[in-house]
């Protein structure tokens, strides 16, 4: 086995192939950029190597700087994890000619399925199921016109160098083709630096179930089962599952047997993911291969308690697969979701900063959690904001969901925004319940899966301030030398009556304020008109547990000095945050005048000039920002009276992009 191994990533793969190398005995050596010189990698590795600045040009994409610290470290193999250069067929062929062993395929190999026109032609001489469509050499947009009429609609234009989904569109008509392909062509000469295109029929409503594959150096490739990816925004997968609820055993062999086919054609060594498009009907088609380890592979290593970081180290030395196709044995249900920096409400703008509370479920035998930063890090602004990957295992699917559930309830975060309400709402949702998403549902009923602004309930209210009442008496009471002193009680009493407190929480700028009177668990609270006689309550760690006029409930919540977080009895999450008692209202100046930049990032479009009169809604600049294209939009219907943006530059955070004339008066 290896004796020293470098991890060319960062983030939570780079910490999860450093757990195996510890486990092996290898020496892990880690590298890192001017942004992560204090990430969980760095601290985690036996020792770490600076490759540059902290965009991934300047530091994870130099191929020149990763294996200069493999050289001078002594590493004998290189593991790319997942993203950057794990897939660039460059680096595998220069990490060969350096005599470092690349942890994957062979350079051939990756050069195969790297394009996907290329590789459709080589699946179609072994027999693996194609979707229909054009994936020629001509580029012609003319061409590209009458080859996707020929074909039908609906289709799919896809960047042809391209992954992940980056510049896919779908396309229902002639009309609508042209403005579609520029898009296309333009997101995909940015991210990938070639706009050649693929056309495909669009399959209504599919499924997007992939395999694992294997092969080692001795002519051994295997299966290690599916995973049902079908729960995606935008083509970004956003739950991970095994076994695929759609599949039969009939179908599960037939498809194991077209990955390894396909893996076979390329004579592939390694770990790799055959991905298919799979039609209600049953019928399936190959769509690509990824020639690395997924960000899901979690999910199949809990149901076969298998290692595949360990496998990947042990073929990458030469060794043989551990298990033949028959000794392959599944038990139980995986399901995996994504804990990122985002704001479901704001279109899933990416979010940054200090993470000043992140609690997630201990882990145990049902729950995982592969992470690559704690309490107190920065999600920065230069990489993917996934602050954890979350996974669960149970005896069958419904037990695994319940445990999803909980696991998510458990979880909090303060500083940047996180999708965590959106995937408790995920988890909880018929479509997901019941087996039956499809790859563009939640891109159809998105406002299923978001709370929108619809403020809390005033029982939510009242709950949350009754724990803000008990937390507090409770700090005073502690913190009293004399706890039988007036001192050590917060019950706001005065002389002749009873004292009145007030509680105030905010909520997505949102200013709700309690009246509260009484003590010790026994409250009358107001909220506007509306009343609560609160009795009997008492605050333990993860909940709360009161009478409600009279009603007995226990309330999921956890309050501390600044925030509450609870659930209500749907499981809908809500997170207060403390204010003052007595504040004054400020007022926006900007009133609506200007366009600002959520984020550091580069202006690719520009879609206004100053004098043009414009609606609100309508699409002023697009922007790129952390791996994504945001589309910034006029705050209301007016005239512009300047654009301080050009295409191509880069701009900082909050920086104004648009000005609005006055109104008239």
Request: glycine residues 8%; proline residues 5%.
């Amino acid at each position: 086995m290896f004796e020293r191994v470098l991890i060319a990533n960062r983030g939570e793969i780079a910490c999860r192939v450093i757990r195996t190398c510890r486990r092996l005995g290898i020496h892990s050596i880690a590298v890192y950029s001017e942004a992560d010189r204090d990430a969980q990698h760095v601290r985690l590795a036996d020792e770490a190597w600076p490759i540059g600045g902290p965009l991934p040009a300047e530091s994870y994409l130099r191929i020149d700087a990763i294996l200069d610290a493999a050289k001078k470290s002594g590493a004998q193999a290189i593991h790319p994890g997942y993203g950057f250069l794990s897939e660039n067929t460059a680096f595998s062929r220069a990490c060969r000619d350096a005599g470092i062993v690349f942890i994957g395929p062979d350079p051939e190999s990756i050069e195969a399925m790297g394009s996907k026109a290329a590789a459709k032609h080589l699946m179609a001489k072994h027999a693996v199921p194609l979707v229909p469509g054009y994936d020629g050499d001509e580029q012609d947009n003319a061409y590209l016109a009458e080859q996707a009429h020929a074909i039908g609609y609906p289709l799919i234009i896809k960047p042809s160098a391209g992954g992940g989904g980056k510049g896919m569109q779908i396309v229902r008509s002639d009309a609508e083709f042209p403005e579609a392909l520029a898009t296309a062509q333009r997101v995909a000469l940015a991210a990938f630096g070639d706009a050649s295109m693929l056309l495909e029929r669009y399959v209504e409503q599919p499924r997007h179930i992939e395999f694992q594959v294997f092969g080692d150096r001795h002519g051994h490739v295997i299966h290690l089962n599916e995973r049902e990816c079908s729960a995606q925004r935008r083509y970004q997968k956003v739950l991970e599952e095994t076994p695929s609820p759609f599949l039969d055993d009939a179908r599960r062999q037939a498809m194991g047997a077209a990955a390894v086919a396909a893996a076979k054609a390329v004579d592939y060594v390694g770990a790799g993911t055959v991905e298919f498009i799979v039609a209600q009907d049953g019928m399936f088609f190959f769509m690509e291969m990824n020639t690395r380890l997924q960000v899901e592979h979690p999910v199949t290593e809990l149901t076969l308690g298998l290692d595949l970081v360990e496998w990947q180290l042990r073929v990458a030395n030469g060794e043989a697969l551990p298990l033949t196709q028959d000794e392959v044995a599944s038990h139980g249900h995986a399901i995996e979701v994504r804990i990122y920096a985002e704001d479901p409400d704001q279109n899933f703008l990416p979010g940054s900063g200090n993470l000043q509370t992140l609690r997630l479920p201990a882990p145990s035998a049902h729950v995982r959690l592969d992470g690559g930063v704690v309490e107190g890090d920065t999600v920065t602004i230069f990489y993917d904001p996934m602050i954890a990957k979350l996974i669960v295992f149970d005896a069958d699917r419904p037990q695994a969901l319940q445990r999803l559930r909980e696991a998510l309830a458990a979880c909090e975060i303060t500083g940047p925004k996180s999708n965590i309400g959106f995937l408790e709402r995920l988890a909880r949702h018929p479509a997901v319940v019941e087996g039956r998403i499809d790859t563009g549902y939640l891109d159809r009923h998105l406002d299923e899966f978001l709370l929108g602004d619809a403020a809390p309930t005033a029982g939510v209210l009242f709950a949350a301030a009754t724990a803000v009442l008990l937390r507090d008496e409770s700090h005073l009471a502690s913190a009293a030398s004399d706890p039988h002193s007036p001192w050590a009680s917060a019950d706001a009493w005065r002389i002749g009556h009873a004292g009145k407190r007030i509680v105030a929480l905010t909520w997505r700028e949102q200013r709700f304020e309690i009246e509260a009177r009484g003590h010790a668990g026994d409250y009358q609270l107001h909220h506007g008109e509306t009343g609560c006689s609160v009795r009997g309550a008492r605050l333990l760690d993860d909940h709360l547990s009161a009478r409600f006029d009279g009603e007995s409930r226990r309330v999921p919540l956890r309050a501390d000095a600044v925030h509450v977080l609870l659930h209500d009895a749907h499981g809908q999450r809500y997170s207060f945050a403390r204010a003052a008692a007595f504040a004054w209202a400020s007022s926006d100046d900007a009133g609506g005048k200007q366009v600002i930049a959520p984020m550091p990032g580069r202006i690719v479009l520009v879609k206004a000039k100053a004098g043009d009169t414009v609606e609100q809604g309508q699409e002023l600049l697009v922007m790129e920002a952390m791996k994504m294209e945001l589309a910034l939009k006029a705050p209301r219907a007016g005239t512009i009276e300047n654009v301080s943006a050009a295409q191509g530059e880069f701009v900082e955070a909050d920086a104004v992009l648009v000005r609005f004339a006055d109104r008239a008066s």
